[in-house]
C-alpha cells in the first residue's frame, strides 16, 4: 500500500474482539485527540482483529494506546503479506537504517508469536521464528524483561470451522505499547461500592469517555447521573465531573440496596465513595438532584462533554417532576421528610431535552455521547435525534435481544446556540419520527412475550 505523507509510519493495532462497532470511533477520536487524523488510506478490515494505521509518530501511537480499551496492542509495522514469502520479501525491503538502532549487539531483544483462530504447536513457533534469521539481529535472546520486543503476528480468518491451513495475512513488528484493557477488571461492577440496577459496564464507560474525547481538566457532565458510573472513566482520564438526577435517595446513597443478599444501602455507598475508591475524589465537583426536564443551569457552554445513559423504561421507569394538580397516586416518599410529585417523561422529550440542553451548555467542539433504545424491525437512521447545532459523529449498535438493542450516539458541536435554535427540532420536522421511541417498553416487553411463547411452543414438540 502508499505510505502516505513522507513522515508517516505504519503501525499495526491488535483489537480485542468484542464491541465491534465501538473499535473504529473510539480510535477515530483518540487520534483526534492526539492531535492526528484518521485517513481513507488506513487498511482496515472492520471485523477484523489487525488494522494498519499511518500515524506521524511513535509518540501519537503511545498517547493512542493509553486511553484505548478497544486494542491490545500496537506495533511499528516492519513488513507483511498474504504468505510467509510476502512477508520475508516485504522484511527485506523495509528500509535498514530503521532497524539498526533495535538490532544492536549490545541490545536484547525476544520474538513472540501471536495467531487468531489457530493454535500452533511450540515446534511450529520455533521454525517460524528461526525463518527470520536473515534479519541483523546483533544483540542477545533474553525471554524475560528484554529491551526489545518483535512480534510475528498471523490471521487465520474469521471463521473458527473453516480454519486454513496456511494464515491469510502475516504481519512482523516491533512492539509499542499496550492498550488499557486491565481498566476493565481494575473498574469492574463486581467490586464497586456503590450500584444500582443499570450501573454501566467499565468497558462501555471507558469506550463512551473515549468517543467523548474526554482529556484532563475537561468538566464532564451526566443529566441522568444514577451510581456516577460514567463519571468514574471520565476522572480517571483526569477530567472534572458532575451530574444530576431526580432520584433524591440514589443521589444520596439511601433506601434499598441493588446488591444480592443486601437488604439496605450502607453508609458508604455514594458516589463520592466510588471516586474515592479509585483514588477519583479530587475529581468530583457534586451530584444534585434535579429533573433534567427543568433548567437549573445558567445560560452558556458549560461543559466540554456530556456522557450519558438516559432511562428507557427496561429496568427503571423514565420520570420527571409533575404539578400538585397531577394524580395523588404519584406521590412518592423518597426520605421521611421529603416527597414529590412525577409524571412519565416521554422518551421522545428526554431525546429533545438533552439535545438542546447539548446544543446550549455544550463548548465548540465538545461532545454529547449517549444511548438510544431502538425496536429493530422499525429502525431507520432517520428516527436519529438530530440538532442544527450538533453534528452526527457515530452511531454504534450493542444488541440487547433479537428485537430490541441500543445504539451509542456520540455528537459533537458544530454551530453556536442561538434563542432560535431553542425549538429547531420541532421546528424542522426532525422530532415527529422518533415519537416511536415512546412505546419502545410495550415493544420490548411484547417481543420477550413473544419469545418466551415461540420457546415454550418449541418445547411441546
Known sequence: MALGAPALRRYLLLLAQEHLEFRLPEITSLLSLCGGQFSGEQEIRVNSPFWILNIPSEEMARGLMKRTVCAKSIFELWGHGRSSGELYASLKSYPTDKMLPYLQSDSTYKVHIHTFNKTLTQAQKIKKIDALEFLPFKGKVKLKNPEHIFWILEDYGMNPNDVPEEPIHVYFGRWIADGQRELIESYSVKKRHFIGNTSM??????????????????????????????????????????????????????????????????????????????????????????????????????????????????????????????????????????????????????????????????????????????????????????????????????????????????????????????????????????????????????GVTKRIAKEEKDNQK
Open 201 to 446: 459496564d467499565a468497558c462501555l464507560s471507558f469506550i463512551m469517555a473515549n468517543h467523548g474525547r474526554v482529556k484532563p481538566n475537561d468538566i464532564v457532565y451526566d443529566p441522568f447521573v444514577g451510581t456516577g458510573g460514567l463519571l468514574i472513566s471520565s476522572a480517571h482520564f483526569g477530567a472534572y465531573v458532575c451530574g444530576t438526577d431526580i432520584d433524591y435517595n440514589t443521589i444520596h446513597g439511601l433506601g434499598k440496596a441493588s446488591r444480592k443478599n443486601q437488604k439496605w444501602r450502607g453508609p458508604d455507598e455514594n458516589i463520592r465513595a466510588n471516586l474515592r475508591q479509585y483514588g477519583l475524589e479530587k475529581y468530583y465537583l457534586d451530584a444534585l438532584v434535579a429533573d433534567s426536564s427543568r433548567p437549573i443551569w445558567r445560560k452558556g457552554m458549560l461543559f466540554d462533554a456530556i456522557i450519558t445513559d438516559p432511562p428507557y423504561g427496561i429496568r427503571e421507569a423514565p420520570r420527571r417532576l409533575g404539578s400538585q394538580k397531577e394524580t395523588v397516586k404519584s406521590v412518592e416518599r423518597s426520605t421521611e421528610n421529603h416527597f414529590f410529585v412525577s409524571s412519565s417523561y416521554h422518551l421522545s422529550d428526554i431525546f429533545f431535552d438533552l439535545l438542546k440542553f447539548g446544543a446550549e451548555h455544550l463548548v465548540m467542539g465538545g461532545r454529547l455521547v449517549y444511548w438510544l433504545p431502538i425496536y429493530r424491525p422499525e429502525y431507520t437512521e432517520e428516527i436519529i435525534p438530530r440538532h442544527p447545532c450538533l453534528k452526527l459523529i457515530s452511531n454504534c449498535e450493542q444488541m440487547l435481544s433479537s428485537h430490541a438493542s441500543r445504539r451509542l450516539i456520540t455528537m459533537e458541536k458544530v454551530k453556536e446556540f442561538k434563542d432560535q435554535d431553542e425549538n429547531s427540532c420541532l421546528l424542522d420536522g426532525q422530532y415527529m419520527p422518533y415519537r416511536g421511541h415512546n412505546s419502545f417498553r410495550e415493544k420490548y416487553f411484547s
